[in-house]
Structures are given as structure tokens and as C-alpha cells.
């Protein structure tokens, strides 16, 4: 079965910062990854995805994640990272025959202005 | 564009009571999702439905049942409330014939018992 864990519990930041956040999964067949992000008191919302081809992806927000097949992980980046950023992090992959997700247990990113 | 709704947003039930939580899918979409997190958790899958039936079973304590309507929209069944069960349910749902991994979440119900 899937499973995904996050290392980073809690990432405190400085604006302009450079951000990585780590992600692992566990093989369990087609590898389908995600990156979730919830503001505040809001839903979860879609970052990125990884299906298949370019290992390299580009989301929404200038994020971007790696893809790196011999390591198991899938790692959220972003070069400079703002106020506004500040959120919960959700690595997920897909888990089950009909397609529901399977979260990490979330990295909460506080950036300080 | 038509995002998944939730009703309703909050609800607030005392031990022992039961709960209705309703998900309206996207248009056209025909597969729901329903997660529970829990405070300061991640979110766990709880039930999932494809065309009105059962399609996959996660988490779902015995105390709640779910099902998808011929309209597609899902309502989920929660009795016999704990305290526990304070949390933020999503629904999300995915298209018709589109990859498992395309879903669409709502903006939950925030679900406290007292």
C-alpha cells in the first residue's frame, strides 16, 4: 500500500528565503504525487502534480517539484518565498483502486515579513 | 468555473446526535470523495462513490454511513456523535471518465461536538 511521510513538521522562514520541503513515498505500483497547500481556516488546494515524463514540475505560484524515482521522493521548492505563503503543506499520492488520496501527515510553513 | 459545495460550512452537534453533511459535485463529475481531518492532522480517507455506488472504503467508523444520489451529489450519515468526530470533513470529486487522480476538493464542513 502507499504511504507518504513529510519530514519537516514545522518550517519557519524569512521572506526571500529559499524554500524545500521534503516528501517520500513508498512504491506501491503507478506513482501519482501531489502538493497540496491549505491556507488558513481554507480548503485543500492543488500546487502541482506528477504523473509521468518530465520529473521536473512546475505548479501554481512559482512553486516546483522534483520527482526523484531512486530516492522516492517527490520535494515542493520554491527559490524566494513570500508572506503569503505561509500554510500547510500536503504531500499526497494516489492510494486506492478508485483514486483517493493518501496525505502526509503536512509540513506547516510560517514566513516571517 | 463550478467548484464542489459543501453544506453545511459548520455545524455544531452535541455527543450523541447525529449529523448530515451533503457534497455536490462539480458538474458532470460522477465520482465523490469524502476525507475527515481531524485538528492539526492530515486528511483520511473516509468513502468513495462511482455512480451512486460504493466504490472504495477507507476510515469510516461503522457509526456513519454515506451514499451518492441519481443527481451524484453524496450525503454522509453520522450518528451517535463523539467528540472525536470533531473535525473538517472534505468532499472531493473527480470527472466522468477522467484519471483517478484529477479531484476536485470543496471547502469543507467544520463539524464540532459539544
Known amino acids: 500500500a502507499q504511504s507518504v511521510s513529510q519530514h519537516n513538521h514545522h518550517v519557519i522562514l524569512s521572506e526571500a528565503a529559499s524554500l524545500e520541503l521534503g516528501c517520500n513515498y513508498s512504491y506501491g505500483g503507478t506513482v501519482n504525487l501531489f502538493w497540496y497547500v491549505q491556507y488558513p481556516g481554507q480548503h485543500l488546494q492543488l500546487l502541482l502534480k506528477y504523473f509521468s515524463g518530465d520529473p521536473l514540475v512546475k505548479g501554481i505560484k512559482g512553486f516546483e517539484a522534483e520527482f526523484i524515482k531512486s530516492k522516492f521522493s517527490f520535494n515542493l521548492r520554491k527559490p524566494s518565498v513570500q508572506w503569503s505563503d505561509t500554510a500547510e503543506y500536503f504531500c499526497a499520492a494516489y492510494g486506492g483502486s478508485q483514486g483517493n488520496l493518501i496525505f502526509g501527515k503536512g509540513t506547516k510553513l510560517s514566513v516571517k515579513p | 468555473a463550478a467548484g464542489v459545495i459543501q453544506s453545511p460550512r459548520h455545524l455544531i452537534k452535541e455527543k450523541r446526535e447525529t449529523a448530515t453533511l451533503k457534497c455536490y459535485p462539480i458538474p458532470r463529475h460522477d465520482t465523490v470523495y469524502w476525507y475527515q481531518q481531524g485538528p492539526g492532522q492530515d486528511p483520511q480517507f473516509l468513502i468513495s462513490f462511482y455512480e451512486k455506488m460504493q466504490s472504495d472504503k477507507g476510515s469510516i467508523p461503522d457509526r456513519f454511513s454515506a451514499q451518492q444520489f441519481s443527481d451524484y451529489h453524496s450525503e454522509l450519515n453520522m450518528s451517535s456523535l463523539e467528540l472525536g468526530d470533531s473535525a473538517l470533513y472534505f468532499c472531493?470529486?473527480?470527472?466522468?471518465?477522467?484519471?483517478?487522480?484529477?479531484?476536485?476538493f470543496g471547502p469543507g464542513t467544520r463539524l464540532t461536538v459539544t
Open positions: 472531493a470529486s473527480r470527472g466522468r471518465g477522467g484519471p483517478p487522480y484529477e479531484q476536485y
